[in-house]
């Protein structure tokens, strides 16, 4: 199957800086890929809709301008938490689903571990 | 509002015995669920797809069943083996685009 990869896999930072995290699709493209958050023993939570090539769409009580989310090509999306702090840890994921598909099988990265201190 | 239901206590079965998991959902009309498998620290690993107008799929030892009425999704796992063991995440949506709520995960441990 398709191999959506993440980078970094974990990162530690302070809190107030600010930490990028990337999503890229290796062997195909993705006009439109996911973020999503999970915190321990909860589910995943949609946070926002990546689009390539135009603003991204926030789910309700996320904040736009804490995560901003840049769709730079077919391949790459990028979350960047500003501003973290300690409850922004959490496990973030994105997914990415194949072209022309209608809620078919998407595929995920394998997660990025956020730790604020 | 939403809610989908997993039973958030881990099931335990002996190897070669069929795993059923349950997820329930209410004040929602799914057009698609999906389950996943979920192994700690990864993301998830999609393992099948169906839609409202279909009553079951099967992939190899994989049994999904959507039942529209009872607002409820069952997940077989026939002739299981400890490498079945992880967390079983259910997913729907209702507008086509992917926007899948998730639901908790039921953790599946199959004893040797």
């Known amino acids: 199957g398709a191999v959506v990869s993440q980078h970094p896999s974990w990162v530690i930072c302070k809190s107030g800086t600010s930490v990028k995290i990337e999503c890229r699709s290796l062997?195909?493209?993705?006009?439109?890929m996911f973020w999503y958050r999970q915190f321990p023993k909860q589910s995943l939570m949609l946070m926002a809709t990546s689009n390539e090539g135009s603003k991204a769409t926030y789910e309700q009580g996320v904040e736009k301008d804490k995560f901003l989310i840049n769709h730079a090509s077919l391949t790459l999306s990028t979350l960047t938490v500003t501003s973290a702090h300690p409850e922004d840890s959490s496990f973030y994921i994105c997914s990415a689903p194949p072209a022309g598909g209608i809620s078919s099988e998407q595929y995920f990265g394998p997660g990025t571990r956020l730790t604020v201190t | 509002s939403q809610k989908i239901e997993q039973n958030s206590e881990a099931l335990n079965i002996q190897e070669g015995k069929t795993a059923t998991l349950t997820c329930n959902y209410t004040?929602?009309?799914?057009?698609?669920l999906q389950w996943y498998r979920q192994d700690p620290g990864r993301g998830p690993v999609f393992l099948l797809l169906?839609?409202?107008?279909?009553k079951e799929k099967r992939k190899e030892r994989l049994k999904v069943t959507f039942d529209t009425t009872l607002k409820q999704s069952l997940f077989h796992i026939t002739a299981s083996q400890p490498a079945d063991s992880a967390t079983y995440l259910c997913a729907l949506d209702s507008t086509g685009t992917y926007k899948y709520i998730f639901g908790t995960g039921t953790r599946l441990k199959v004893l040797a």
């Open positions: 062997d195909f493209q993705a006009t439109t």
């Open positions: 004040n929602y009309s799914p057009a698609y």
């Open positions: 169906i839609r409202e107008n279909e």
